[in-house]
């Protein structure tokens, strides 16, 4: 166990957790590489949603997200966020929607393997979409590996975020979402501490240093616009405010003494 801010709790893994997170994880990366081959006009969330859990299933796991308490007595509905265009996260895959040739779709996962959770997450396009579409999915999914690559023993938070603030904000231009954030993740999908994807600084009081057997669930969340987001009527999709497109890549990932170790990666 360890202290940090705000009197949160990180509860560190143990060697021998961390293969099984990577073996899980790697189950969970296949199962997502999968559901985003799949998601193609014409074909519907419900369609997606239900190869998830099959294939959740299939594996020896259970959903992470399915029934997630979300607050305020909300629950979420499904055990794969599907988030089209402008939204950013937490969109349901149920009630069913159509995917329609332009979109690009964020596919957000979480499995219980064994006793441990993983988390994942890739935005896809649906057949031909714009060079600015494509260019917003390519810089998002750079901003999660500069901030993989600064996941290391006595590095900082900050040096993450930082880092996928730098690539995506301020040599692109994008809005880096900062009304959420990364978080911890193993013996529950959300666990202490929270990873924001920008600068907080070195002095701040939630600069976490990392520590090896820390596993962090490192998610990007960029907008082709503002970085400010606005909660849809069911209470839990966030969207982007000016309606612009949204992009997410996540990965959980281990902090050991060789490096970061990319649990989710096939």
Excluded at 24 to 35: D, M, S, V
Excluded at 41 to 55: F, I, N, P, Q, T
Excluded at 76 to 88: Q, T
Excluded at 214 to 237: D, F, Q
Aim: glycine share 10%.
């Amino acid at each position: 166990m360890g202290n940090c801010y705000n009197n949160c709790m990180i509860r560190y893994k143990t060697p021998e957790e961390i293969v099984i997170l990577r073996q899980g994880g790697r189950i969970l990366g296949g199962i997502l590489k999968k559901l985003g081959q799949e998601a193609k006009a014409g074909v519907s969330s419900a369609y997606l949603e239900d190869l998830a859990c099959k294939m959740i299933t299939d594996a020896g796991g259970e959903p992470a997200f399915k029934n997630y308490d979300m607050g305020d007595g909300l629950r979420f509905p499904s055990a794969l966020c599907v988030s089209i265009n402008s939204e950013v996260v937490h969109g349901p895959a149920l009630p069913s929607r159509i995917f329609k040739a332009g979109d690009i779709v964020s596919l957000d996962i979480g499995m219980k393997w064994k006793y441990l959770y993983t988390d994942t997450a890739i935005t896809v396009p649906v057949g031909k979409v714009s060079a600015e579409a494509k260019k917003l999915m390519k810089i998002t999914r750079e901003a999660l590996y500069a901030g993989i690559k600064q996941a290391r023993v006595d590095n900082t938070l900050n040096d993450i975020g930082k880092a996928i603030y730098d690539h995506a904000s301020k040599k692109h231009g994008y809005g880096i979402v900062e009304d959420l954030v990364g978080h911890g993740v193993g013996y529950q999908a959300h666990e202490d501490p929270n990873v924001p994807n920008y600068e907080i600084g070195d002095d701040a009081p939630d600069n976490l240093v990392l520590e090896e057997g820390l596993v962090i669930a490192i998610e990007p969340m960029v907008n082709m616009g503002t970085w400010r987001v606005k909660i849809l009527s069911n209470k839990y999709t966030f969207a982007t405010k000016d309606d612009a497109l949204s992009a997410h890549f996540e990965h959980s990932v281990a902090i050991t003494k060789d490096g970061p170790i990319i649990l989710t990666e096939i």
